[in-house]
């Protein structure tokens, strides 16, 4: 039953029951030796930052990671004892607060490294840093042939202290062979830097999907998890493909009205669509404000008392147009319409919206707005 009161028009559910039975499955089904780096960027992927963190502290994850200084910030309001690693550039505007916060930033140029160790030394501070190296994603990261040199000038800084190494692997949910050439550039930069034996170092490179060519041993020993934590599985083929995860968040509106039209009739805005025979309409009470793209006009599907109905017409702002003409039950106001979850016996994944609006479910969840409110379940994991 749906957790939210009548008043809300379009609300998310967030399970955190089975965000933390997600977490302990996870590391069930990964290699013990693996540290769990917990991605919440983007405000845990829509899903709320604080009450994910919260409960991703509870479920002992290892170490958490972020994409910028704000995000970081907010995350040590909640808890000290956990490390926070930033993995987009930090700004030099920014630099402070990594002290202030103690963040533990990363780096990629020989001139982010000198002002963090010139800042630390200043304070009379020792920070930890992770480098990011390029083995082929074009973004952050020393490019791998420049990383050996990088790596040493890190670790010849008094004020600097190296915790962990890492690449992000460009099409690892679509070309493991482009997967394996990183992987072993990667393996390639840590033995040119003479890293592979320094103790403590975290080093990782995988997400959900790129664990497809992870080796069972070996250096590696963190695995950033992010979108799998919530219940979306990485491609098949995947070592966590086929991992017992199941979805955390759903997504719900009311109908707002019901009405009947003739045949012929041309419905929302721009008249895109124009109604075949008389049919019988359902008006949601969100829109692409909410989080309702508008490419799922015409092709997006909505649960209606355990049943899909289409999305007809053009998504506006506020409300989203559903012909519920075939549905073998009377819809009424202040029904729930049901675009990511489960109704009665049926369900829609977030995959089949993102499908729907030619999105990836990371857009999505990101995409799926403030004015939307979260409502948390809280039940045990147990």
């Known amino acids: 039953m749906p957790l939210a009161p009548d008043t809300l028009r379009a609300w998310a559910e967030v399970d ?22 917990a991605v919440i960027k983007a405000d845990a992927y829509g899903h709320g930052s604080t009450s994910v963190a919260t409960r991703l502290m509870r479920a002992r994850a290892d170490l958490f990671a972020v994409a910028n200084i704000d995000e970081a910030a907010a995350l040590r309001e909640i808890g000290s004892g956990w490390p926070i690693l930033i993995l987009s550039a930090v700004l030099p505007s ?31 501070r020792v920070l930890g840093v992770h480098l990011k190296i390029d083995t082929g994603m074009g973004r952050l990261g020393v490019w791998h042939g420049e990383a050996a040199a990088l790596a040493s000038d890190i670790l010849s800084r008094k004020s600097l202290r190296l915790e962990g190494v890492y690449t992000h692997f460009a099409c690892a949910d679509s070309d493991a ?27 990782h490179a995988d997400n959900s999907a790129g664990i497809d060519t992870f080796p069972r ?23 966590l ?10 997504f719900h509106t009311r109908i707002a009205l019901v009405k009947s039209l003739p045949a012929g009739t041309s419905v929302s805005y721009g008249h895109t669509h124009t109604l075949r025979r008389p049919s019988r309409l359902a008006i949601l ?3 692409y404000a909410d989080g309702i793209p508008t490419r799922m006009s015409n092709r997006g599907r909505v649960l209606i008392h355990g049943y ?8 506006t702002m506020d409300q ?28 829609l994944r977030v995959e089949d919206f993102a499908a729907a609006a030619d999105q990836i479910p990371w857009e999505t969840f990101c995409s799926i707005s403030k004015r939307v409110r979260r409502v948390y379940r809280i039940d045990s994991a147990l």
Do not use: M, W
């Not at 550039?185 to 890293?195: I, N, S, V, W, Y």
């Not at 991992?243 to 968040?249: D, K, L, M, R």
């Open 94 to 124: 920014e630099r402070t607060e990594v002290f202030a916060h103690n963040l533990t930033p990363t780096v990629s140029s020989a001139e982010e490294v000198r002002a963090f160790a010139e800042e630390a030394h200043a304070r009379g």
């Open 308 to 315: 899909e109905c289409p999305v007809v017409g053009r998504v």
């Open 16 to 37: 955190l029951g089975q965000l933390e039975r997600n977490l302990a499955n996870i590391r069930a089904a990964l290699p013990p030796h693996l540290r769990y780096v």
């Open 241 to 250: 493909a086929n991992v017992a995860v199941e979805p955390v968040f759903s």
């Open 285 to 287: 009470a969100a829109g």
């Open 177 to 203: 062979a482009v997967t394996a050439e990183q992987r072993d550039r990667f393996l390639r930069c840590l033995d040119e830097a003479d890293l592979a034996r320094k103790s403590g170092l975290i080093i």
């Open 217 to 239: 041993s070996g250096l590696f020993n963190g695995a950033r998890v992010g979108l799998l934590q919530f219940g979306v599985r990485p491609y098949a083929g995947s070592l």
């Open 320 to 347: 989203t147009l559903v012909d519920i003409t075939d549905l073998p039950q009377p819809a009424a106001p202040g029904d729930t319409a049901t675009f990511i979850g489960t109704q009665g016996g049926a369900s």
